[in-house]
């Protein structure tokens, strides 16, 4: 059974970078059968908040990324606790008692001698006594993993064949002085205890990758299976954590941006498949391949995504948008939505052409004799979509008019607008009263 997480932190509202990551796991997990496992990652008590963690919830709902389980790390205290005792059993994990200034220094000199600034380890060598003095002192501990100091390989499903050389990073600081996580041992703990076959996240992680490798075998367990992606940058390639309150998820909902044109742009990003509106999420996971995903950074063009929005728009169905029509009041049936459908950028849009067509307008009028008339010759009702037609015919026959010149201010007097959707649909909408009082210039 393949298992993957989507792991945010709930410091803030999650934005399209982070909601890339969910998606591509999901997209994954969905086509392999598998479970998609909601992890928080909680364990900063201090700038982790339950709103946030229910904004998440919201906006993967909205999204309709489901998930099959939901784990808090904040309750998973004891888990990390015993890993932690293991590791320093085996002498793995090691306290540490340099101050921030400490290490510092020693890395501005390491640079300085032109040696990469890499911890030396002084830490390995303290013996008993000299750790029982510098607590006497009242130094806190941190504790560093030891790393092998070998190559680690790994064939990352989007980057291909990997190898990190341990030697080259510092051992990593696992617990801070305040006996606190950081992010690197409870995701691996969690990784195993949860099953995950399969960790698909940024590139940002590739180096936690090596370090993680390692830590999964100190714990006697196989690491899953990597697949590092190309971050999610903005337009010019800036990093999206410059704009990123624009690019949350729910402004992009509050601007009435469809679901299903912000999960159609992110899936198709950086890969080699063209940028197209989906419609539904199945299409999306029968298309999706790592091997489609690029190694240059993908590019998010809030343009390229309100035309993706439009796309969507034009192909949903009426039973797709049924609901939000009739919650801005512009539900007027099936034949109105198809009508309209092509001339939306946002959703909210349906509910202007629905006072357009309900009234009352103020129609504009350029030739009021050419318009009586065309009134003159409007059929009785009802009317269907074939009595624009009938009728244009017979105001052409009768007054020499064609194309714009016949078209143009008959839109004009029954819609006010100079564009918009075919006529044909909008005058059966409209209907013959409506359709006569505007033609003699009445507001209806
Ligand atoms: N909470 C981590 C992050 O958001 C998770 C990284 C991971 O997927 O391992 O960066």
Redesign the pocket.
């Known amino acids: 059974m393949v298992v993957v ?5 709930p410091t803030g509202r999650i934005h399209v970078g ?1 909601v890339r ?1 969910a998606l591509l796991n999901w997209l994954f997990v969905k086509k392999q059968n598998g479970q998609f496992v909601l992890r928080i ?1 909680d364990t900063d008590t201090e700038r982790s908040k339950a709103e946030y963690e229910t904004g998440i919830e919201t906006d993967l709902t909205w999204l309709g990324l489901t998930w099959d389980r939901k784990e808090n790390q904040s309750k998973r205290f004891a888990s990390y606790d015993a890993a932690a005792a293991t590791l320093k059993a085996s002498g793995q994990l090691y306290p540490c008692y340099e101050t921030e200034d400490e290490l510092e220094r020693r890395r501005k000199l390491a640079m300085a001698r032109g040696k990469p600034p890499v911890y030396d380890r002084a830490a390995l060598s303290l013996s008993d006594d000299e750790k029982a003095k510098l607590e006497a002192e009242g130094r806190k501990p941190h504790w560093r993993f030891k790393l092998s100091g070998k190559r680690i390989e790994w064939d990352d499903l989007v980057r291909g064949a990997q190898a990190i050389d341990t030697a080259s990073v510092s051992d990593p600081v696992l617990i801070k002085g305040d006996g606190a996580y950081l ?1 690197t041992l409870p ?1 691996v703990v969690d990784d195993i205890d949860m099953n995950i076959t399969h ?1 698909v ?2 590139e ?2 590739v180096t ?1 990758a090596g370090v993680q490798i390692e830590i999964f075998e100190a714990l006697g367990a196989k690491a899953p299976i990597m697949a590092h992606f190309p971050l999610l940058v903005g337009k010019e390639g800036e990093p999206l954590s410059k704009r990123l309150g624009s690019m949350s998820i729910e402004s992009l909902r509050d601007a009435g941006v469809e679901p299903m044109a912000v999960l159609s742009h992110l899936a198709k990003l950086g890969t080699s498949d063209p940028v197209e509106a989906r419609t539904k999420l199945t299409q999306l996971v029968e298309e999706f391949d790592f091997a489609k995903i690029g190694r240059a950074p993908a590019r998010f063009d809030p343009d390229e995504l309100n035309r993706v929005n439009a796309q969507v728009l034009h192909t949903l169905s009426y039973a797709d948008v049924q609901k939000q029509l009739a919650d801005q009041g512009a539900d007027l049936g099936e034949a109105f939505w198809l009508a309209v459908r092509g001339n939306l950028n946002l959703l909210s849009g349906a509910g202007e052409w629905a006072h357009i067509i309900n009234g009352p307008i103020v129609p504009v009028v350029e030739d009021a004799d050419f318009l009586a008339q065309a009134a003159a010759l409007l059929p009785a009702g009802p009317f269907d979509a074939s009595t624009w037609g009938v009728w244009s015919d017979a105001v052409k026959t009768a007054t020499g008019a064609k194309g714009k010149a016949l078209f143009l201010p008959l839109r004009l007097a029954l819609t006010g607008l100079r564009h918009g959707p075919e006529m044909n649909q909008l005058l059966a909408l409209i209907g013959p009263e409506k359709a006569k009082a505007r033609l003699a210039g009445q507001k209806a």
């Open positions: 997480r989507f792991a945010p932190s982070n990551t990652d992010y995701s960790v996240r940024g940002d992680h936690n």
